[in-house]
């Protein structure tokens, strides 16, 4: 005899590493967000970028040093979005609340990266 009366809220912790926001990114930038938008890649702090580092690797090293990065739509260029780490930690959060299926954040998925820069920029699941 199941019912859905609510019994308790359960919070959980997480401790989120400089590798998980790499792995994020990786899973991201790679190819998680590729059919709806990339990394616009130009301007003074790309220009500073380590040849022969991968592009997630500079995002991700710009995001741990309180930069921004800038994001554009695949199919309308006059849209853009800016992601900081802070966005980037709430999209975390916002995706381990709404897919507590798919939360491995230590090897992220496509998947994962994609729905974690959603939510950071739209704090919802905008794209599919």
């Known amino acids: ?10 919070k959980v912790e997480v401790i989120v590493t400089e590798n998980n926001i ?5 899973a991201a930038i790679e190819g998680g967000i590729g059919y709806w938008a990339h990394v616009i890649k130009t301007g003074e ?8 580092l991968y592009t997630y690797e500079w995002a991700t090293n710009l995001l741990l040093n309180g930069e921004t ?6 199919e309308n260029e006059e849209k853009c979005w800016s992601l900081n780490l802070e966005k980037l930690l709430k999209g975390i959060e916002l995706n381990f609340k709404n897919r507590p299926h798919d939360i491995n954040i230590e090897n992220a998925s496509e998947p994962t990266g994609d729905s974690i820069i959603q939510y950071a920029l739209f704090e919802s699941i ?3």
Not at 22 to 26: F, L, P, Q, V, W
Not at 45 to 51: F, G, Q, R, V
């Open 126 to 128: 905008v794209y599919s």
């Open 22 to 26: 790499e792995s994020i990114m990786n």
């Open 1 to 10: 005899m199941a019912n859905n009366t609510k019994i308790a809220e359960i």
């Open 69 to 74: 990065i800038e994001f554009v739509d695949r």
């Open 45 to 52: 702090k790309w220009n500073l970028k380590t040849k022969g």
